[in-house]
């Protein structure tokens, strides 16, 4: 408890302890829970030409009756078709390649953000977050102008010579890699700008004074201490892209298999909402589950330093 | 069909609206259409006529409608779904209400051979008012096809896409396949010379063992994105749908850029399809609903909308007021010959649905 509660009568800390954790449990509750159950209870039913087109969970037959109807077929389908394992890998190796690509791109920038003079850096910060500005959408649509055979890349290669014949890098795997390393890398940015200027300078001068070379000091001194935003970064990065749905379906080619993608066919085109929201279950148990196994060791580690 | 996502064109209308609702007491009827599929003054006339003020939204796919449907109290009075399979399915879904035949003066200028297969899935034609109609055929840049493939090379034909030989010669200058299973699998079959509507098994296979063979030659499966490729000269070969490409066609001929832009109805066969309007079953304003579709039943009225926008309309009272480029176009408003050709998609149990749309997700990702 912090000093200020320390003179209040022991009820009143314990009410505003209760608000203090029952706030934030009640909006995930309401915003997390809630629709999380409505989505599994979808995804156990079979689907029907009806409104909504789903069978519903329970039914009261005659005399007090309660009829429960579990449906687990959607899950088998995903897991005995491989069109399904395969999106999933994809989509996983998209934005394994994707976090990568961010890091690598994201960290000089961050960093060097961090280390300019006072007044830059609010003009340096503007400028990553200037383009929220405009829609999401739009920014993805102007990539087509600019990687398409008569784009704006492409007529400035050939003005200068390096290619003579348009690349046609739209509507394939690069053009997804390009859109999305755009689109996350202020979400790589802003989380490792926030820790690189929390790191206390004091430290590089000493491991200077101990006769450190600055590259030497950089990765036994910035890059350990910045792990946090590191992973912060990351998971910002890869958890959206995993089920990333307009990127690969503007930029991306026939072959872009990706979950996002899927999920969309079979909601829209298939009507098919329980099987729908079953590989939105999945897809979230494949992405909280590591999170929380690489959370709990990494506490564990944490307890077994201290 | 599907439309481009052109979003000025559809706002303007819109803000214009916006405007003339100041008065608050006024009947609203909420439309729910494709995306330029009405002429500019389309709904500015119907408020003068009637006082009713219309409130327009837009989707550009068949998908969309269908789920906002589904998930209920939509809001809308009035929508325009593709007749099959969509407009079908609802009817058996229970999803619109029939309509009151007596306020809608002029159903009997609409076409009676229309009408007689749109009753094969609307008995009767309760609920199913035909609003335009159209092809599934091929957008070509003929300049560039015949640049690949020789100045006598045939263009009226599947071949285009579906023969290896000439896929792998047009790859260069651009093939797009629409994102539909139906279309597709139903294009390859008709170049195969089977039953387009088939879902036997061995057609099935065959038409996939088409279609992954020149999988590496597409471009891309899309079903508006080949609008604005074909005007831009991006693409020469696109399967799509007849008013789509006749936009680009006019987006060609304004840009100027020396592209010009023909839609052929392949001589194997190709797709008719019939866009029609309903009345959802909980529309909050029906009232306003029939004294539209009574307004879209004017001949003066519709013929606008086809010079607008490319497509045919059922109404023959109105064939004579639209303009003679288009009404005289033998792709457009196909002679009786070439009519026969052209097949209806059949209605497809839900089952039947997902199989096609799973084996095609296969067969776009070339697994």
Redesign the interface.
């Known amino acids: 408890m912090s000093q200020s509660t320390r003179h209040h009568p022991k009820g009143r800390r314990r009410l505003s302890r209760l608000v203090n954790i029952g706030v934030p449990y009640f909006w995930l509750g309401l915003f997390f829970l809630l629709p999380f159950m409505i989505v599994l209870q979808i995804s156990v039913a079979e689907t029907a030409l009806a409104q909504p087109p789903y069978t519903a969970l329970w039914e009261w037959v005659a005399d007090g009756l309660l009829q429960i109807q579990i449906n687990l077929q959607n899950f088998m389908l995903i897991w005995e078709d491989d069109i399904y394992l395969a999106a999933f890998l994809n989509s996983l190796w998209v934005a394994l390649i994707c976090t990568l690509l961010c890091l690598l791109l994201g960290y000089p920038m961050a960093y060097a953000i961090a280390t300019a003079a006072q007044r830059r850096r609010m003009l340096l910060l503007m400028l990553i977050v200037l383009p929220f500005w405009t829609s999401f959408l739009i920014r993805v649509y102007a990539w087509i102008g600019i990687l398409n055979s008569n784009g704006l890349l492409n007529s400035f290669l050939l003005w200068l010579g390096i290619i003579d014949a348009p690349l046609q890098i739209l509507h394939t795997q690069t053009a997804v890699y390009i859109g999305v390393v755009y689109s996350y890398l202020p979400f790589m940015i802003l989380p490792l700008y926030a820790n690189l200027t929390r790191l206390d300078p004091a430290l590089l001068e000493a491991a200077s004074d101990l006769g450190c070379r600055p590259l030497r000091a950089f990765f036994k001194v910035t890059l350990p201490l910045s792990k946090p935003g590191i992973i912060a970064g990351s998971m910002l990065v890869f958890i959206p892209v995993v089920g990333e749905f307009v990127i690969p379906d503007l930029l991306g080619g026939p072959s872009s298999l990706m979950v996002g993608k899927l999920l969309w066919t079979e909601f829209f085109s298939n009507q098919d909402w329980p099987l729908a929201s079953a590989l939105a279950i999945v897809l979230l148990a494949v992405l909280v589950v590591p999170f929380v196994l690489m959370q709990r060791l990494q506490q564990n580690m944490d307890e077994a330093a201290s | 069909m599907t439309k481009p996502f052109s979003a000025l064109r559809f706002l303007a209308p819109l803000l214009m609206l916006g405007i003339a609702s100041a008065s608050a007491a006024e009947q609203q009827v909420h439309i729910y259409n494709w995306s330029d599929y009405f002429a500019e003054d389309t709904l500015p006339n119907f408020q003068e006529r009637t006082g009713i003020r219309p409130v327009l939204d837009v989707y550009d796919?068949n998908?969309?409608l269908?789920?906002k449907?589904?998930?209920?109290s939509s809001g809308y009075d009035l929508i325009f779904p593709t007749a099959r399979p969509f407009a079908a399915?609802h009817i058996?879904?229970?999803?619109y209400q029939p309509l009151d035949k007596s306020k809608l003066p002029g159903l009997d200028k609409l076409d009676p051979e229309i009408m007689a297969s749109l009753a094969s899935s609307d008995p009767g034609n309760q609920y199913l008012v035909p609003y335009m109609w159209g092809t599934s055929g091929l957008g070509l840049n003929v300049d560039k096809v015949k640049a690949a493939l020789g100045d006598d090379t045939k263009i009226d034909t599947w071949g285009l896409i579906f023969d290896p030989e000439k896929a792998a010669k047009l790859e260069g200058c651009?093939i797009s396949l629409l994102d539909d299973p139906t279309e597709v699998f139903s294009a390859a079959l008709a170049y195969l010379g089977k039953d387009p509507n088939s879902l036997a098994k061995a057609d099935l296979d065959a038409a996939s063992a088409l279609i992954a063979g020149i999988?590496s030659h597409?471009?891309?499966?899309h079903s508006s994105q080949y609008i604005t490729d074909l005007a831009?000269?991006?693409i020469c070969v696109a399967q799509g749908y007849s008013g789509d490409v006749l936009q680009a066609q006019e987006r060609a001929k304004e840009a100027n850029k020396g592209v010009a832009v023909t839609y052929r109805i392949p001589r194997e066969g190709a797709a008719l399809w019939t866009d029609v309007i309903a009345i959802p079953k909980d529309a909050p304003n029906p009232e306003a609903a029939h004294a539209f579709i009574a307004y879209l039943l004017d001949p003066r009225v519709i013929a606008d909308v086809s010079d607008y926008v490319f497509y045919a309309n059922p109404n023959t009272a109105a064939t004579p007021m639209i303009d003679a480029a288009l009404r005289n176009d033998p792709e457009i408003y196909p002679p009786p010959e070439l009519r026969a050709k052209l097949f209806v998609p059949s209605e497809r149990s839900?089952r039947e649905?997902?199989t096609l749309?799973?084996l095609w997700?296969?067969l776009?990702?070339?697994?």
Request: a positive charge.
């Open positions: 796919s998908e969309v269908e789920a449907l589904l998930a209920g399915r058996k879904a229970g999803l651009g999988h597409i471009r891309y499966f831009n000269g991006d839900d649905i997902r749309n799973r997700t296969r776009k990702a070339n697994r």
